[in-house]
T-cell receptor
Framework: AQTVTQSQPEMSVQEAETVTLSCTYD???????LFWYKQPPSRQMILVIR??????QNATENRFSVNFQKAAKSFSLKISDSQLGDTAMYFC?????????????????FGKGMKLTVNP | EAGVAQSPRYKIIEKRQSVAFWCNPI?????LYWYQQILGQGPKLLIQ????????DSQLPKDRFSAERLKGVDSTLKIQPAKLEDSAVYLC???????????FGEGSRLTVL
């Protein structure tokens, strides 16, 4: 079974600073996807960034980037130029690459989450 | 584009009572998920539908939880009878093709007294 571990329960950062959120995972799979989801207070969870394990290049989405270390099974999220709107719970998640026979649909496994507070 | 709709947003019941949650996914999304998120934990998948067929319900406590997806669109999650440990936010999500890109609703917060 796959497991996702987020060891830092909470972090705070000043506006405009850079912060890195850590995540490790355990799997015997070779093909899979990794994700960071954001859950703002009292709002729905949204996808921040997605990484495909077969791609060596780290994914980037505007101020958000990842450091994917496949051998170490590490997947950290870097937020540059932090904004007040980045305050949220952040969840790291894992999904196996689905077999064609399974219709391309697999289970998304989440970590426990980390609370990030951006202070003015 | 309308998002994933869930109702009710909040529900308070006593243990041994029953409750039902409703979800309307984004139009055209074939895959629908119900997740349970207990305070301080990450979401845990309860059941996953592909159209109106069940793909994964391995973590659904079937003695008390049931779910259905009518005509491959709306879905209902029922708990009967509820236990104290069922207090959680029940998240519905839907997806279409891009693996792992789920669109979540705002959730239904259940408190069991």
């Amino acid at each position: 079974a796959q497991t996702v571990t987020q060891s830092q329960p909470e972090m705070s950062v000043q506006e405009a600073e850079t912060v890195t959120l850590s995540c490790t995972y355990d799997t015997s799979e070779n093909n899979y996807y990794l994700f960071w989801y954001k859950q703002p207070p009292s709002r729905q969870m949204i996808l921040v960034i997605r990484q495909e394990a077969y791609k060596q290049q780290n994914a980037t989405e505007n101020r958000f980037s990842v450091n994917f270390q496949k051998a170490a099974k590490s997947f950290s999220l870097k937020i540059s130029d932090s904004q007040l709107g980045d305050t949220a719970m952040y969840f790291c998640a894992f999904m196996k690459h689905a077999a064609i026979t399974q219709g391309g649909s697999e289970k998304l496994v989440f970590g426990k989450g980390m609370k990030l507070t951006v202070n003015p | 584009e309308a998002g994933v709709a869930q109702s009710p947003r909040y529900k308070i019941i006593e243990k041994r009572q029953s409750v039902a949650f409703w979800c309307n996914p984004i139009s055209g999304h074939a895959t629908l998920y119900w997740y349970q998120q207990i305070l301080g934990q990450g979401p845990k998948l309860l059941i996953q539908f592909q159209n109106n067929g069940v793909v994964d319900d391995s973590q659904l406590p079937k003695d008390r939880f049931s779910a259905e997806r009518l005509k491959g669109v709306d879905s209902t999650l029922k708990i009967q009878p509820a236990k104290l440990e069922d207090s959680a936010v029940y998240l519905c999500a839907s997806s279409v093709k891009r693996a792992g890109e789920l669109f979540f609703g705002e959730g239904s917060r259940l408190t069991v007294l």
